[in-house]
């Protein structure tokens, strides 16, 4: 039996409080990447972080897909998709959409 790969978007938040969101095909390896400052660029000058969010997804291109929406989001948006608050989310959406 083959197992079927997982990938994930996640959110982390940085030390300087910013947002960094990313995608993945193994999370606990890429999370211990950015937090030893392993993978150049935004996080590894803002260590250390911690992961706030993440959601699994069947294909890369799903998880893609979800990190590329997410980027796009206002900080007020990812706080709310951080506290799980559905409402303020949709909120947030609509407000952005008129």
């Given at each position: 039996?083959v ?7 996640y959110?982390?938040?940085c030390?300087?409080?910013?947002y960094?969101?990313g995608?993945t095909d ?8 950015h937090q030893?400052g392993a ?10 972080v911690?992961?706030v969010w ?10 893609f897909?979800?990190e590329?929406?997410?980027?796009g989001?206002?900080?007020?948006k990812k706080q709310?998709?951080?506290m799980?608050d559905?409402?303020?989310?949709q909120?947030l959406a609509?407000?952005r959409q008129?």
């Amino acid at each position: 039996m083959v197992e079927s790969e997982v990938f994930c978007a996640y959110l982390l938040r940085c030390n300087d409080g910013s947002y960094y969101a990313g995608h993945t095909d193994s999370l606990e390896a890429r999370l211990a990447q950015h937090q030893t400052g392993a993978l150049a660029g935004y996080t590894a000058a803002r260590l250390p972080v911690e992961l706030v969010w993440s959601e699994a997804f069947p294909t890369r291109d799903e998880a893609f897909a979800a990190e590329r929406r997410i980027k796009g989001w206002s900080r007020a948006k990812k706080q709310a998709l951080i506290m799980g608050d559905w409402a303020s989310l949709q909120q947030l959406a609509r407000n952005r959409q008129k």
